[in-house]
């Protein structure tokens, strides 16, 4: 066959079944225009009917299609153009030509075509049809010779009736009022009252709608297209971003890697000087044990030796120095054992907690704050604002997987503790408390990006101490004073205690300054301190350095005597119930166990020319003034050193000599510089805020604050304690 075979390669890609691959059979066309053959379409259906599915999905465009009850898509409508393709490749292949002789009834296969009766011929009724004068001009082609234009007629040839008795009448009219094609016998036999058109006008006029149809769509594909380049474009920029967020998380992971790494340097070397540290207390104890043991075994020889013997004149000479030895031995103060302390490493955050990944339509650039125009505010006062959460196009959102994250910094770079209400409308409040003066730095993030405007500062007003009364005068009485040495209030009734040395006694007054009683004592008491519960612990040196316990009341509790101190002078009481001593002897800090009976921990300066006065625990840092060194130490809870507070001279921030110290509810140390007259005021880190100068001749040198936030001060050579609210 002499058939262009590019033209038949197409009209094979034409024909083929998107299911099978093959040239389709019997073909049937679904509701969005594709063709399958119907076996395909069939076992596509069953294939879903036995994974329980009622419907089936094109699988050129994957428009769902409901399974007919019947399980067969026989009832589709069969594909016109497809069928006819179909009998044109039939005549490719010469073995299996299914085209059959239209002209005689035998049935033979059709070896050629005539196109001017549009009928296929077998070979005897193709030689007759030469032969007859009628048909003899008629352009016949042989199958095996058609040429592509041949090809391009037959599949435009005209389409036949399939009524029965019909077959040799093209189909040249349209029934309007059926919708079919018909014939010329149709149109007498079953349409012939009906409105018809004939087929080509018909057509032109449904061609026109076609063509309506067509440029629609053409003008929706153009949109789409559109579409589809915003969505492209839209898609790249959003790879870029996951790309940049990825490499984000990548270059934080490795920084945290890092960054644990040295985490875990410093930490082993943390553990190996505790190692050394604690293995030479326990080489020392030892030693002592060791050297005691060798005293006694020595002795116990020497008098088993004597004993063994048994020389009257040698028991009776040496009988005054063994017993002497035995009795000096037996008496020494015996080595306490050295308990380590328990070393505990505790993780205070997980690293499973420090990420995430957030998928959300919330635009940070476009989100705002309401409300975060209040630049000054009043230490100690709830302040708040509003967060509104916006997607991309200024619109108010909210994504229930948004981070909205706010970092407040005091003025020592400290974090603040801060709420935030989610009100599932894309609005978020923050409410604050600043606690203390100064510049505080607000930075709001969305998602981990900074929210317009943020960070801003806010400058909070410092709150001022006003006086409110004074009470005591010189005297032995009831409510005078002989000399004061300290002071302290209890947090849960506010009656203040003072501790009066020469009167060797304790006054307690209430929270106005009204005396209502006292507890006498056999010796001086130096300090005082009330416990959370509201027992009263105050020190008496010169009873051999015992604590006395008594209740508010002034009852008698109990006594401790503590072997640890030399010479202490002042003592306070931590939050957890720990009880800090100073020792001016041995210029140590002491921290005892909440009973009293055991010393937690025990640290000191290098210099020990410096004593230290007054030790106060807060925020996991100690505070101690030191008189002769003029300034206010700190060191960590370890009792490693860290930095000094103030100096030697009369400036702002300067000493002449610190004595007492408390921190006030604003998280500010407040210091008595008793020389020269005032009380001065700084931040944990350091930094002068303000003083309360005193006037006639007024010396501070005890304070305590008390659970109202009133500030009670004491003077002990004036024998005065004033009170500021």
């Not at 093959?22 to 119907?38: D, M, R, W």
């Not at 706010?406 to 409308?425: A, F, R, S």
């Not at 002078?569 to 005892?592: H, M, P, Q, W, Y």
């Amino acid at each position: 066959m002499d058939v262009q075979q590019p033209l038949f390669k197409n009209l094979k890609k034409e024909a083929e079944c998107p299911l099978c691959k093959e040239t389709v059979k019997n073909p049937k066309t679904l509701p969005c225009l594709h063709s399958f053959c119907l076996e395909c379409l069939d076992r596509h259906s069953n294939f879903a009917r036995r994974h329980l599915k009622a419907t089936i999905k094109c699988p050129v465009c994957q428009t769902s299609f409901q399974i007919p009850e019947t399980d067969t898509f026989e009832d589709l409508p069969s594909s016109f153009h497809l069928n006819r393709l179909v009998d044109v490749l039939a005549l490719e292949d010469g073995s299996v030509q299914s085209q059959r002789c239209n002209s005689c009834d035998d049935n033979n296969m059709a070896t050629c075509y005539c196109f001017v009766c549009q009928d296929f011929l077998c070979t005897s009724c193709f030689e007759a049809h030469q032969r007859l004068k009628a048909s003899r001009g008629h352009r016949n082609v042989l199958i095996d010779k058609l040429q592509a234009q041949d090809v391009q007629e037959l599949i435009h040839k005209p389409v036949m009736c399939s009524q029965r008795y019909h077959e040799d009448q093209p189909l040249e009219f349209y029934c309007e009022d059926c919708k079919v094609l018909i014939c010329h016998k149709c149109n007498v036999v079953s349409h012939d009252r009906h409105s018809k058109t004939d087929t080509q006008k018909a057509a032109q006029e449904q061609k026109m709608q076609m063509s309506d149809a067509v440029a629609k769509v053409k003008a929706e594909i153009v949109r789409y297209e559109s579409e589809i380049k915003k969505q492209t474009d839209l898609r790249n920029k959003n790879k870029i971003e996951i790309l940049n967020e990825e490499k984000k998380m990548t270059d934080t992971v490795e920084k945290l890697i890092r960054d644990l790494r040295e985490h875990e340097r410093k930490m082993k070397d943390k553990f190996r000087e505790i190692y050394e540290a604690e293995q030479k207390h326990h080489a020392t104890r030892l030693e002592n044990f060791e050297l005691v043991a060798t005293q006694l075994k020595s002795c116990l020889e020497r008098c088993q030796s004597s004993l063994e013997r048994n020389f009257s004149v040698e028991i009776l000479q040496t009988n005054h120095a063994i017993l002497g030895r035995c009795n000096e031995l037996l008496n020494a103060r015996k080595p306490d054992l050295y308990m380590s302390p328990h070393i505990h490493y505790l993780v205070e955050k997980k690293l499973n907690l420090m990420d995430r990944v957030v998928v959300t339509k919330t635009d940070p650039s476009k989100c705002l704050a309401e409300g975060q125009d209040s630049k000054e505010v009043k230490e100690r006062k709830e302040t708040y604002f509003v967060i509104v959460t916006k997607d991309s196009e200024g619109f108010q959102c909210y994504q229930q997987d948004d981070k909205i994250k706010v970092d407040i910094l005091t003025p020592e770079g400290d974090q603040l503790k801060t709420d935030i209400k989610d009100t599932k409308h894309g609005k978020y409040t923050v409410t604050y408390t600043l606690q203390c003066a100064g510049q505080h730095r607000v930075e709001i993030l969305v998602n981990g990006q900074p929210l317009t405007g943020s960070p801003w500062i806010v400058q909070v007003h410092q709150h001022q101490y006003q006086f409110a009364f004074q009470f005591g005068s010189k005297g032995k009485g009831q409510g005078k004073f002989d000399f004061i040495w300290d002071i302290d209030v209890s947090h849960k009734t506010g009656t203040i205690a003072v501790a009066e040395g020469r009167n060797k006694r304790i006054q307690l007054f209430s929270s106005e300054g009204k005396f209502p009683r006292e507890i006498k004592l056999d010796g001086e008491p130096r300090s005082v301190a009330f416990t959370d519960s509201g027992d009263l612990l105050t020190l008496v040196p010169e009873s051999y350095n015992k604590l006395c316990v008594f209740s508010e009341e002034g009852h008698f509790i109990k006594q401790i005597n503590d072997k640890h101190l030399f010479m202490p002078v002042c003592l306070s009481i931590a939050s957890d119930g720990r009880i800090i001593i100073t020792d001016l002897l041995d210029g140590k800090i002491n921290v005892l166990s909440p009973d009293g009976n055991d010393l937690l921990q025990s640290f000191s300066t290098s210099n020990y020319d410096e004593s230290p006065f007054y030790a106060i625990f807060h925020q996991d840092k100690f505070f101690v003034s030191y008189y002769n060194a003029y300034c206010v130490k700190v060191f960590d809870k370890t009792g490693v050193y860290l930095h000094d507070i103030g100096r030697k001279g009369s400036s702002d921030g300067q000493f002449d000599g610190p004595f007492g110290l408390v921190i006030d509810e604003y998280n500010r140390l407040i210091v008595c510089d008793a020389d020269k007259h005032r009380l001065q005021l700084f931040t944990l880190s350091g930094e002068f805020l303000s003083k309360i100068d005193f006037k006639n001749g007024f010396r501070p040198a005890c304070v305590a604050i008390n659970s109202g936030g009133s500030l009670i001060v004491a003077d002990p050579l004036n024998r005065r304690i004033s009170v500021f609210h």
